[in-house]
Nanobody
Framework: QLQLVESGGGLVQPGGSLRLSCVVS????????IGWFRQAPGKEREGVSC????????FHADSVKGRFAIYRDRAKNTVYLQMSNLKPEDTAVYYC???????????????????WGRGIQVTVSS
């Protein structure tokens, strides 16, 4: 039973940085693509970033390209989302999710992902 737990959220000023963690248990991290999604108040959940079987197999939404990075620490069974130059429009609940089918070419469509964390709040505000 795969479980995903997010951490690292909180309040940050515009232009600041946060690193979100997605700790995976109950399954081998190597066999899942991991995606990050977010949902702002009153909006649909949207894909942000994903990583497949290597650091070169990643994808980012246009809204975060150049600002967000995603990477794995296999020893810790953890996927990180490094967020920099944060903007107020990045404010949302962030979710990580697992997809066993996107290892070679991950994407950020919600329907690809079967297992979801419970989410963590990120607030970008002065």
């Amino acid at each position: 039973q795969l479980q995903l737990v997010e951490s690292g959220g909180g309040l940050v000023q515009p232009g600041g940085s946060l690193r979100l963690s997605c700790v995976v248990s109950g399954g081998a991290l190597d066999y899942y693509a991991i995606g990050w999604f977010r949902q702002a108040p009153g909006k649909e959940r949207e894909g942000v970033s994903c990583i497949g079987d290597s650091a070169h197999n990643t994808f980012h939404a246009d809204s975060v390209k150049g600002r967000f990075a995603i990477y794995r620490d296999r020893a810790k069974n953890t996927v990180y989302l490094q967020m920099s130059n944060l903007k107020p429009e990045d404010t949302a609940v962030y979710y990580c999710a697992g997809d066993p089918k996107g290892l070679t070419s991950c994407h950020i469509w919600k329907s690809w992902y079967d297992i979801w964390g419970r989410g963590i709040q990120v607030t970008v505000s002065s």
